[in-house]
C-alpha cells in the first residue's frame, strides 16, 4: 500500500511521514530523487536521493523514474526501481509528493497497487511562520515562491481521498495513522 502526502511546502509532510515511521510498525519513506542541495539535517537516502542535474536528467532520458516534476526550480522525481522494490516487500510506502506528482502516480500505480492519497491543508498565515522558522531559513523571495503555489495546490485537492487541516501535528498524525489502520483491513484496491 502507498500513501501519498501532499501539501505546499511548510504544511507538515516530513515532520509527519517522520512520526509515521516511528510509530507504526511495517511502515517505511520512500526518498525522491532530487537535484537540489541538501539542506542541514538532510540524510542522503531518507527523504531525498541527491544527484546532480545532469544525472537527474540521464535518469529522465533512460526511463528511470514514474514521475518527475521541477518544483521551487530544483527537480523531484520517483524512482522505477525503488518504487518497485518497497511495493515488492510488502511494506506499507509513505511519500511526500506534490500534486503533479500524485496524478500521475495514482494513474499509473492504482491498477495494481492500493494508493491512498491525504492531502494537508494549512492556512497562509502559519504556513508563512513555519517557513521563516526553518532551519535552511529560505529567503523572502523563497518564501513568497511557496506561498504563491498555495492556490494552486488547494485547486487540486479533489485528487484526494483525504484532507486535512495540519494545525496540530499530534490529532493529524493520530487520524493518519487512523486511515492507515483502516485501508490496511480493506483488502480492495478498487474504490
Known sequence: ML?????????????????LIKRMENVESLPSYTDRQPRPGDVPGVVYNFVTTEEFERMIKDNELYEYNVCHEHYYGTSR???NEKIQSGKIIVKDLDVNGTEKLIDILRKDTKVITIFLRVPKEILRKRLENRIDKPSEKEITMRLNRL???????????YVLKNNDLE???DIIMDIIKHESMNKETEF
Open 3 to 19: 500513501i501519498i502526502l501532499s501539501g505546499v511546502s511548510g504544511a507538515g509532510k516530513d515532520t509527519i511521514k517522520k512520526e
Open 81 to 83: 526501481k525503488l518504487m
Open 151 to 161: 492556490e494552486f495546490e488547494e485547486s487540486k485537492m479533489d485528487l484526494y481521498d
Open 171 to 173: 490529532k493529524t498524525v
